[in-house]
């Protein structure tokens, strides 16, 4: 097993003609993930270089492939758009790689799918190393096991995976979950994934300062997920606060957003957080080894 | 984006929320002018993005052409001081005049994004006035607030619910459903992240205003409205937003920092996770710079003299994770942007990896640079070079 993505899946691309779509589609078919087409509008009928099928919509997608995930590569004015025709056109699982999604637009799409699973926007995607992978990450870098990872930054994700794997830790499933202020999937909904995935065993969570989705993940791991062996990292120690930070989300989270607050959190609810990447498969290992 | 008080009154004016009549002025010659031509009591208000005007003594009385001049002069003379959040202060450029309310009550609302609730979030408070932050220690019972269904959107209960869930005075119930219909028109219309009313004025004849505006639009949303583009070019970046655009980056792709330690990362993750690991290691950073995706020859270059001109930098921590780039070619981006350079050299401590490392590793250690395996271990030699300089 593993969450949102097996070897079931079957994934299409929209925006699979562009440069981005183009090029990522290569590289997620050759890691072995069942790409069965794509979509751009005006060019239905013709085969990609790789032989993969282009359609004019989503729902003609759909119809003739059984496609159940998307990955979009499109512009931002047209990422809602596309969002929507997949939603529209029974896809569960999208992923959204746009960078510079309007935030109203998000709003509008995360209010009105219900049902659907979205990763992102601005988003490296999601990984089930051995079965699949849905976006843009380095898929060498990866090995099956059994850790889970959930993770608001692409590189400070790689740098981390390729220490577990280093370190001979294979993953379950990794998701890249984004840094936009929306965004369709948090870590509490990744990890009630994981809290069902028989396949992971452990959890690592990236957290970065801004916003307060780490202390929530806290909250919910000393509620439901005591005895599950995780390891937290949080990003921007040494950053300055006010500056990127706005008003109005130091105003709805009080005193959350800082690294400190992240970390008290997570250090509260039994989940040891490391002062460096490098530390966490060391961190790991031993939290793996007490849960015995 | 962040609007001034001027620019947001005027989004205001045009959603239809009530603000005082007034206005925009450069100079204290425009003030003067004004009061001549329009007789009343004034108030004139520096126009600037950081908060605390009032305590600094930018915003003044004045009731004659006269008065208008000096008070315009005086709020002019000196710039806005530095406080915690802005330690270069705010130059001020231009001045609103105002017409001066019989204010009687003050209250706050906002429209704000919550991350958590991935909802519009409205708010509402009794305590006008003060810095919500304050208030939301100090009172944080008092905030009423309410989670819009975006596919419902604002309907006026949402008001009235607001109004009496934050005990509102009275005088404040009958127009707060109005107002925050409006407000919550222009939020949505124009992409905003945030719009503020504090305080939201009660005067004594029962008229309600907006008293001070304060709007941040979302800059990815900006090509929708062309026509802010001149408001936009009249605002002040500051001197790191101004160098960061300058070099071809993302105006929050650098910040300036006191030490010596210079580093370059790809992604905003990674490069935030660089700068602890130079403070891990024992250094002090000297900036934030996230150089993105692609660290071609030009990229690189650009950033590299951005830090050594602007920066106290003694050594520069390159550390990139090459992911889906390959490593060969951002290490010869790196040898040609050193070879093209014309700024002064320091030197480079380069953690490289990803896709042909190996070979990269090569390419650096051949042009005479210090190519190293991990994140730590270049955080230690970046510390110690920086050390001995």
Known sequence: ????????????????????????????????????????????????????????????????????????????????????????????????????????????????????????PNCPGLISPGKGLVGIMPGHIFKEGGVGLISRSGTLTYEVVDGLTRAGIGQSTCVGIGGDPVIGTTFVDCLREFANDPQTDALVICGEIGGSDEEDAAAYIAEHLPALPIVAFVGGRNAPAGKSLGHAGAIISGTFGTAQSKIDAFRAAGVPVADRPSEIPELLVARMAAAR | MNLMEYQGKELFRRAGIPVPRGQHAIGAHDVADFVERTVGEWVVKAQVLMGGRGKAGKIKFANTADEGRRVAEEILATPMPPNRQNPAGEPIKSLLVEEKLPIEKEAYCAIAIDRTAKKPVIMVSRFGGMDIEEVSEKHPESIAKFYVDTAIGYSPFIGRELAFGAQLDPGFRKQLPAVLGSLYDLFFRYGAKLVEINPLALTADGRVYASDAKVELDDDALFRHPEFAQWQRALPLDEDERLAAESGLGIRNFRRFGGTVGTMANGAGLAMATMDAVSYAGGEVANFLDVGGGANAERVRKCYELVVNSTGATVFFVNIFGGITRGDEVARGIVDAMRETTSRKIPLVIRLTGTNEEEGRRILAQAGMTPVETMDEGAKLAVELSAAS
């Open chain 1, 1 to 120: 097993m593993s969450i949102f993505l097996d070897k079931n899946s079957k994934v299409i691309v929209q925006g699979i003609t562009g440069a981005e779509g183009s090029y990522h589609t290569d590289r997620m078919v050759k890691y072995g993930t069942n790409v069965v087409g794509g979509v751009t509008p005006g060019k239905g009928g013709q085969k990609t270089a790789g032989g993969l099928s282009v359609f004019d919509t989503v729902k003609d997608a759909v119809a003739a492939t059984g496609a159940t995930h998307t990955c979009i590569f499109v512009p931002p004015p047209f990422a809602a758009d596309a969002l929507f025709e997949a939603y529209d056109a029974g896809i569960g699982f999208a992923v959204c790689i746009t960078e510079g999604v309007p935030v109203h637009d998000m709003l509008q799409v995360v209010g009105t799918t219900p049902g659907m699973r979205i990763i992102g």
